[in-house]
Nanobody, 122 residues
Framework: VQLQASGGGLVQAGGSLRLSCAASGFTFSSYTMGWFRQAPGKEREFVAALSWNSDNTYYQNSVKGRFTVSRDNDKNTVYLQMNSLKPEDTAVYYC????????????????WGQGTQVTVSS
């Protein structure tokens, strides 16, 4: 199983980035996909979740209206479009796969990807 995240980088406040996470080794199209992040000195936190068929999404309050999660099941890839970025969005971002959609959009990862660094300068 592999979850390969990419697309991170350095961006100025107000800018945009699009993260990608390419999956292999499991039935991607049947899994809920989630994004998490971990800032320096802080615990890893949930960012967004997307059900297997894209019918359901859930976001952390601080990113609602700015971030959009999407997926392409033909490409086994999940995306996180991040707009209006703020310095407090600076973190390592991780994608994760959960076997099912859970109430309230909670994600309990079965698989984790490696992280990609996002740095937002003020």
């Amino acid at each position: 199983v592999q979850l390969q995240a990419s697309g991170g980088g350095l961006v100025q406040a107000g800018g945009s980035l699009r993260l990608s996470c390419a999956a292999s080794g499991f039935t991607f199209s049947s899994y809920t996909m989630g994004w998490f992040r971990q800032a320096p000195g802080k615990e890893r936190e949930f960012v967004a979740a997307l059900s297997w068929n894209s019918d359901n999404t859930y976001y952390q309050n601080s990113v609602k209206g700015r971030f959009t999660v999407s997926r392409d099941n033909d490409k086994n890839t999940v995306y996180l479009q991040m707009n209006s970025l703020k310095p407090e969005d600076t973190a390592v971002y991780y994608c994760a796969a959960d076997r099912r959609w859970r109430p309230g959009g909670t994600v309990v990862p079965t698989f984790w990807g490696q992280g990609t660094q996002v740095t937002v300068s003020s």
